[in-house]
């Protein structure tokens, strides 16, 4: 089992940056990949990027391509999503996820385990 916490949400202006952080606990070891998914209201979930844990390979949602960096901190067992440039419409719950292998992004059944999830409202 794999438990995650993301922490980090909040309120900002648009332009402004926030940092989140998923950090997880138990059976980490045998986690591949990590996402993070996002849910605006009235909306479905999609996926915003991930990390696959071995060789730290990084990818993205066109809609966060070059704003959005995820990152990894393998000691603390910390996955962060540092956002940027933050958009009226990044407004969402922002959600950590973690699967086993095989793993692919943005595909959410392959991701077994879920955050609580952490509220981004980015006002313009």
């Known amino acids: 089992q794999v438990h995650l916490v993301e922490s980090g949400g909040g309120s900002v202006q648009a332009g402004g940056s926030l940092r989140l952080s998923c950090a997880a606990s138990?059976?980490?070891?045998?986690?591949?990949?990590m996402g993070w998914f996002r849910q605006a209201p009235g909306k479905e979930r999609e996926g915003v990027g991930g990390?696959?844990?071995?060789?730290?390979?990084?990818y993205y949602a066109d809609s966060v391509k070059g704003r959005f960096t995820i990152s990894q901190d393998n000691a603390k067992s910390t996955v962060y999503l540092q956002m940027n440039s933050l958009k009226p419409e990044d407004t969402a719950m922002y959600y950590c996820?973690?699967?086993?292998?095989?793993?692919?992004?943005?595909?959410?059944?392959?991701?077994?385990?879920w955050g609580q999830g952490t509220q981004v409202t980015v006002s313009s």
């Open positions: 996820a973690a699967g086993h292998f095989p793993c692919r992004m943005f595909w959410e059944t392959d991701f077994g385990y």
């Open positions: 138990g059976n980490t070891d045998s986690t591949y990949c």
């Open positions: 990390i696959y844990r071995g060789d730290s390979a990084t």
